[in-house]
């Protein structure tokens, strides 16, 4: 190994110590009044409840995939498998690293969300004493989530690649640790689903009784559901994104280490296989830095001070990534590329921020339109989130292509290809620092929710109320990252699917040839995959939604006297019927597109004259594009639905005469239709296209031995 | 000329006589009382004054694009020309067959809504004396638009193809004829997008105001934008489909004959080539015959009766098909493929039929979510809606994939194309049929406004509301036919291009490979094309509405009479205001397809490593996939939005202890919210999204010569 490759491990070793420093930090802070402490019990003791039936529930799943999808391409293997493993070894390789992926994803889930349920109380807490402490809390008890992930995916491809003969064939392991990312989206696409249905069946269930039909406010404690939509943040915003994020790094190390093998094939250079990881590790650093440099001032805008963060974070990891390319490649083109990358990240961020802010025109003129009520609201969401595809697509379309030509220029032979990856890389070297954002969402969210039930002062709650804004933002932020991301690693995994397809064929596969029927169909059935799945998750919601809203219809029914404050609602009932339908919602949704790339696949190798590697591609590709335009679509629509309620709540729209419309107006309950709507397409089905794009790749990347 | 061919002039002049005689027997109908004369005369006028304006529009922009196309193509034409015509012979036919296929598009659309427009007042008339002649009437006034249309389409496309040597040199005229295809697609993509924007800008305008502000019902004669609203039925139901299936069935033939002239090139038979025109002649036939059998029953339901007539027509399509084929191809392998098409037009209006009418689970299940509110109305629909890409999928996946199959065991060199071809045909072959029946939509509709605004008895408005929801299935049926004929017709003209540029280029071009960078940006251009289309006409509709919605509110304002029926309302002025908006409307979302393809494939060009021939592909093919499914989305979810609201109208909605929840209840209004926000997407953005994608086909087609 090169030298410089020892600097992996030991960045491993600093930011564990780091993060159990964060950790600690958090823990040590007081949990508030008792009362608080109620509440933030409840919520934990929810979340953690739901996490683990729904842990058991993909564990379970997860082994079964594993031994199917090892036993199959195992015995589908033919005799050259690589390095010469045999049948047999395929088998168990694919199916351990399968569950070592699965594994992984898992604990970084756990862990990161048991640090953030208990970093609510006291984020909650904090607010009692200072604007700078709760700040502190709640980002020190995201970054736990956001380093933790980041750090166990590195470790545990770091790890599988030399437990699979790293150290000796390099140009061979990363082509036997594919099964790592497939299990890391496997599990990634069910706790994104069953978290995401969680959480949105939860919060329309509470609105649409309590607020429509009880006439009482959000988060009030006489309604049975507001504990499970609080745990509903966790599970699915915390826990759900985590896990998609886990993946995006784990599948895009791998993809980019297949794609330094070819290179390495040439230039017989083991520095393009673990480059990859160097990066990686770099980009740990920087955000570490990025991240202990946040000090909000008292009564500064917090974003002010999460944007100085970040920038720090974003400058060091070009920085970073300069170093790293100039000792290790050697190009100042990839370099380049690299950058490219790192700037696509910044523009995707500002571009869902002029969509989704109430500062821009987008948001404002929704605002307007919801004072012709509903429809026009409706519509005008809708119309933004199709608009969302272009500037989404130019991000995209422009960094694959002038990463791609500075690559080419680069004058490596194949490092066109290596060129996205890089750029690929830096998109992701600042995903600690984001993730660490991301969970700032839910823990500001539930702070402020504790807060309203444990009646805590006015001064308090402006202080979490004005945190929990933020987290909107820096929550909608985070998904306009997850989802370019998802879509440049899709890319980068797809020229690994092409590369893994040559090398077990032993030709080159250089051509998907849409003008083949076969190939145009595995196209339409991608885009089809991408409606049909969007279609289940909404429904999913929709069905648990219904549940929850016939329970809470029930208890205040059978018992008149939770209106009157004299008795306490079943809380942990209704959490209990979420968490069930979640779960039971979460499988139909989850199993299609595992199914889809097997069926369509084996499908058409069964007919000589189609080729069936062809068809795969196809739906990849294809699936990527439709996947990355609908995500778009939902995740800003629903954002920018959110933030015009937003708007309009705190008294920014006006009438014809100046007057302000805001709470309790008829433009108010128009543009609170829109945010409902809003909720299942940004929290559930928008997020879970990320993973299902991200999980097309690998399963195919995984499959290839099927069809071939 | 093989003896059979002459059968197309006979029986086209036979149409023509056929559609003489139906125009008269309309036209001899009385026009009923003098105040249903004067509504209609208002419609008629509305109507006609704004066709007139946007094709005085659609002419201008027509013109210079046959100059700017036409000198563009002729002077990048290199020297191998189809048929040595030349740069100079290129340049001009290439525009006078553009403005050929738009003046025909132009006629047909003038000719058939001149009809439909005198048809309405007529039908509202004969309702007033028996169910069968209103019947008769609405239906034989749609048969003039409908077969004016498809009859149109065949003598322009026969006609130029002559004209352009078809005698002589059959193999080379289809290649100078694809500007027809072009003209047509530009002029329908206005007629549609124009159109669709007026009627439901007018609509949400006239609700929004009316039913929501004011208090007055649907049609009420005290709104100014009432008149606006019927016009609105015509100009976008009528001109606008109407111009969509000319171009369906313009296009398909002259790709079909492009991929027959390939196979002529083996087997030197001119029946390969003037095939597409000898099936469309038999459509022609199998529709009027199908026509004259419709003979309603008294009191029976319209429905029953228009599939009586359907049935027919598509058994007699079948026949014609087997007998056709027989003749001029001697192959029962080709015969099966026309079935094939035929059988997917029958399935996908069952397919329709079943996610948008009342009778099905997919509509009860969101008139009882309309009982929770706007918002689970919504999310509902969007899950049919999404759900429906599915359905829609396997149909033309399956029809292509069988089609192709049965087109290479015909044996003929090159047939798997042609047989998709022949799929094309016999979907299409009933194409005046269900134009008849689509019309039937805006003229009951308008027949039952007309009734509302004269003040007609209730026995007559019976007759006239029954029949306007018959036209509301049979507007939705006809979209979901018209969706898959766009499908296939577009994937026809894919075949197409590639000839095309094998052709021009001399040498095969047999692939769009998806893993180059340039290919795959193709792709993802053309879905955030699909995209931003819809945001933008969606957009235009809520941005006229606005206009609307202002000049009724100033009128109701200004002269307080109108409430009180003292005084009229200035109609005029509100068609007036609807009609600038639609046409300023239609500018922006129609221009974008014209200049996104000509970019890419000129930028791609210009950098030598890129193959522009391939992006241009791409674009066009996933361009497809993701305006298939997205219209696929709009249509349908529009479609059951819009009947699920009928459903709680007519009283079958109930709740848990069984007591309707009918008009004016709370399921009601969310249900109308969710009605109004279809409308854009099924009215305006969807039925225009198959115009693009035949667009993407003939505008690539025509510039073939640009990036080669």
Redesign the interface.
């Known amino acids: 190994m090169p030298g410089i490759f020892w600097i992996v491990p030991v960045i491993c070793l600093v930011t564990v110590l780091f993060i159990i420093y964060l950790a600690r930090y958090v823990l040590a802070k007081d949990t508030g009044t008792p009362k608080m402490k109620e509440v933030g019990d409840m919520i934990f003791e929810g979340a953690w409840a739901f996490l683990n039936r729904q842990y058991r529930t993909i564990a379970m799943l997860a082994v079964i995939t594993a031994v199917v999808v090892g036993v199959v391409v195992g015995l589908l293997s033919g005799d050259t498998t690589p390095g010469n493993v045999g049948q047999f070894g395929i088998m168990w390789r694919t199916g351990v690293a399968f569950l070592a992926g699965a594994i992984a994803s898992g604990i970084s889930g756990f862990a990161g969300m048991y640090i953030a349920v208990k970093s609510n109380v006291r984020c909650a807490a904090a607010a009692q004493r200072s604007w700078r402490e709760a700040i502190d809390v709640a980002m020190r008890g995201g970054a736990v989530s956001g380093f933790l992930i980041t750090t166990l995916s590195l470790i545990g491809v770091t790890a599988i690649f030399f437990a699979f003969g790293g150290a000796d064939t390099p140009e061979i392991a990363p082509h036997l640790i594919v099964g790592f990312g497939f299990g890391a989206s496997f599990v990634a696409l069910f706790a994104q689903l069953g978290g995401g249905i969680y959480t949105k069946a939860a919060d329309?269930g509470a609105d649409?009784v309590g607020k429509?039909e009880a006439g009482i406010p959000e988060d009030d404690a006489r309604n049975a559901a507001v504990i499970a939509d609080l745990v509903g943040d966790n599970v699915g915003d915390c826990a759900g994104r985590g896990a998609d994020l886990f993946e995006s790094t784990a599948a895009e190390n791998i993809g980019a280490m297949i794609l330094g093998a070819t290179v390495y094939a040439i230039t017989q250079d083991v520095a393009w296989i673990i480059f990859p990881l160097v990066v990686r590790a770099f980009g740990l650093v920087a955000s570490m830095i990025g991240l202990l440099i946040v000090k909000a001032k008292e009564e500064e805008d917090p974003m002010a001070a999460l944007n100085r963060g970040y920038w720090v974070s974003i400058i060091l990891s070009a920085v970073g990534m300069v170093i790293t390319v100039s000792i290790m490649l050697g190009n100042a083109w990839l370099a380049a590329a690299g950058l490219v990358g790192i700037g696509a990240s910044v523009a995707i961020l500002y571009i869902t921020q002029y969509y989704t802010d109430t500062k821009y025109k987008p948001v404002k003129d929704l605002a307007q339109?919801s004072r012709?009520?509903?429809?026009?609201n409706?519509?005008?969401g809708?119309?933004?989130?199709?608009?969302t595809?272009?500037p989404?697509?130019a991000v995209?379309?422009i960094a694959?292509?002038v990463a791609?030509a500075f690559g080419?220029a680069s004058g490596v032979e194949g490092a066109?290809a290596f060129g996205?990856a890089v750029a690929t890389m830096g998109m992701l070297m600042t995903c600690p620092y984001v993730l660490a954002m991301d969970t700032f969402g839910p823990i500001t969210d539930n702070a402020n929710g504790i807060n309203e039930m444990a009646g805590a002062g006015p001064q308090v709650r402006k202080i979490t109320d004005r945190l929990d804004a933020v987290g909107n933002t820096t929550k909608a932020l985070t998904k306009g990252y997850a989802l370019v991301s998802a879509g440049l690693a899709a890319?980068l995994l797809?020229?690994a699917y092409?590369d893994q397809v040559s090398f077990l064929r032993g030709t080159p596969f250089?051509?998907?040839?849409?003008?083949r029927?076969?190939?145009?169909?595995g196209?339409?059935?991608a885009?089809?995959l991408?409606?049909?799945f969007?279609?289940?998750a909404?429904?999913a919601?929709?069905a648990a939604?219904?549940k929850i809203?016939e329970e809470v219809r029930r208890q205040f029914r059978e018992n008149p006297k939770i209106m009157t404050w004299e008795a306490k609602p079943d809380y942990a009932r209704a959490v209990d019927i979420t968490a069930r339908a979640g779960l039971r919602g979460m499988i139909k949704p989850g199993v299609l597109p595992v199914i889809v790339p097997l069926a369509l696949g084996v499908g058409f190798n069964l007919i000589p004259?189609y080729d069936a590697a062809q068809a795969v591609?196809?739906m990849l590709?294809?699936g990527t594009?439709?996947g990355?335009?609908m995500a778009a679509?939902m995740n800003n629509a629903g954002g920018a639905w959110d933030n015009a309620k937003k708007y309009i709540e705190d008294g920014q729209l006006k009438d014809d005469k100046g007057v302000v419309q805001g709470k309790r107006t008829f433009a108010h309950a128009a543009a609170?239709?829109g945010d409902?709507?809003g909720d299942?397409?940004k929290d559930t089905a928008g997020p879970s296209l990320h993973v299902l794009i991200k999980l097309l790749s690998t399963i195919t990347l995984v499959l290839v031995p099927l069809f071939i």
Request: avoid cysteine.
């Open positions: 329309m649409l429509v339109a012709t009520g509903s429809a026009t409706i519509v005008g809708i119309g933004i989130g199709f608009e595809a272009f989404t697509t995209i379309g694959l292509l791609y080419k066109g996205t890319f797809f020229q092409m250089e051509a998907i040839n849409l003008a029927p076969e190939v145009f169909v196209g339409l059935i885009v089809m991408v409606f049909l969007s279609a289940w909404i429904q919601v929709g939604a219904q809203i004259e591609g196809a590709m294809v594009i439709g990355i335009m679509f609170v239709v409902t709507v299942p397409l």
